[in-house]
């Protein structure tokens, strides 16, 4: 079984690939454009995305993931690891990571810290990365959360 499984959320912008290599859980967030909602990187390639975003005439404003999304991933990632680091969107600009400590609290059986990035993009890309290549090298919780402490 593996020691430490990752969660983030969609503002980390992994791409396919890197989900696939870091082994990371992504939870999305909703996007509200214009007339339409939808999960953020489900519907439209970033490139798409953009594409569109030249052309709006205001700009799309992003929800929060429910506590259910968090509960069907945290749940689904119990069943294959010891305990879940579940970093995300910072807590000041998002109610994202709130949602994640909700669901935690829902499934006590389970180890699992919820962490704020204090970061997004590139910033949030960052620690998951770091998280995610610590967890790969078998190594536990502690050392995963002080790779995201050093990153932060």
Known sequence: MVH??????????????????????IVPLTVNFEDES??????????????RLCRVSYL???SQPSVGDFLKVYEKLARRV????????SGGISGTVQAARAAAQMLPHVDITVVDSMATAIGLYFIVDAA????R?????EKVLQAINYVI
């Not at 010891?82 to 969107?89: E, F, G, L, N, Q």
């Not at 995610?132 to 967890?135: D, E, I, L, P, Q």
């Open 4 to 25: 430490v499984g990752i969660v983030t959320d969609s503002t980390a912008y992994l791409l396919p690939e890197q989900k696939e290599e870091l082994q990371v859980e």
């Open 38 to 51: 939808f999960k953020e990187g489900e519907v439209y390639s970033n490139k798409e995305f953009y594409e």
């Open 60 to 62: 799309p404003t992003t």
């Open 82 to 89: 010891k305990s879940i680091v579940s970093i995300h969107i």
């Open 132 to 135: 995610a290549r610590t967890a």
């Open 137 to 141: 090298r078998g190594w536990g919780q």
